[in-house]
């Protein structure tokens, strides 16, 4: 059975219509307390247990959110399509094919505030190759060539389980596109892209401390029609009320 990636049926309550008023209230005092300094897992379980959230809630919190000036760095050196024309990409692998797989599924994607896509799936050492990869893979590559990029080094996490049966799978998709492709699969993948440029990832941390980035998740996700959950607003902030 292949089951949805990044779905669990709780979601269908979890981001509703009707769920959406409390989680923008939560997301604003969740910014307010980041942007005074509180660190994101006492500021999260605060708002959480304030908000009476789920789980999965509290993750998409985490996730779509930031304070005002991690949101302003990430999105300055958030490189536009033209500028990887002629250049090769770092891909953050498992990271950017698995919220790939996400949105092709049609489990829950989050337009979050720095500009990056992101979804709820928990890798965990993990991974098994579904239905949907070769989409996955075949929709990234379409999309670089499209951006001129020369080429692409996917990195690879070692201990995470079929990375090499993934890497197969992405070297046999990319024979498609005029991408020159190279694999890097090792142990410390998020290291390796700090300082980097033009990585392509949507982990909070490479962001931070990637020179670079450009942001393939939201050009596949324009590209697919697929639509992203917003559970923040433009103008967050303000002092804790109740949920009602």
């Known amino acids: 059975m292949n089951a949805k990636r990044g779905y669990v049926p709780e979601d269908d309550r979890n981001f509703s ?6 989680l923008r209230k939560a997301a604003g005092n969740l910014c307010y307390l980041l942007d005074e300094g509180y660190s994101v897992k006492t500021a999260s379980v605060f708002v959480g247990n304030h908000y009476l959230l789920s789980e999965r809630q509290r993750l998409a919190l985490v996730r779509s959110t930031a304070a005002r000036e991690q949101v302003r760095l990430r999105r300055e050196k958030c490189c536009r399509p033209q500028e990887i024309n002629g250049k090769t990409v770092l891909v953050d692998g498992f990271n950017t094919v698995i919220t790939l797989e996400v949105m092709l599924c049609g489990s829950p994607v989050f337009d979050c505030m720095d500009g990056a ?3 709820l799936a928990a890798l965990r050492g993990t991974y098994r190759i579904i239905e949907e990869t070769k989409r996955a893979a075949a929709l990234l ?4 060539a499209e951006c001129g990029a020369a080429g692409a080094a996917i990195y690879l996490d070692r201990p995470v389980s079929n990375s090499g049966r993934l890497r197969q799978l992405l070297a046999e998709v990319g024979e498609n596109y005029p991408l020159q492709l ?3 699969v090792q142990n410390d993948v998020d290291r390796a892209l700090y300082e980097q440029a033009y990585v392509i990832s949507s982990d909070s941390v490479i962001l931070d401390r990637c020179r670079s980035w450009f942001n393939a998740g939201r050009l596949c996700l324009e590209r697919t029609g697929a639509r992203a959950l917003r559970i923040w607003e433009k103008e ?9």
């Open 141 to 144: 590559f379409s999309c670089l």
């Open 17 to 22: 219509e009707q769920a959406m008023p409390v």
């Open 236 to 244: 967050g902030g303000g002092r804790l009320s109740d949920g009602s």
């Open 182 to 184: 190279a694999f890097h």
């Open 117 to 119: 896509v992101r979804d």
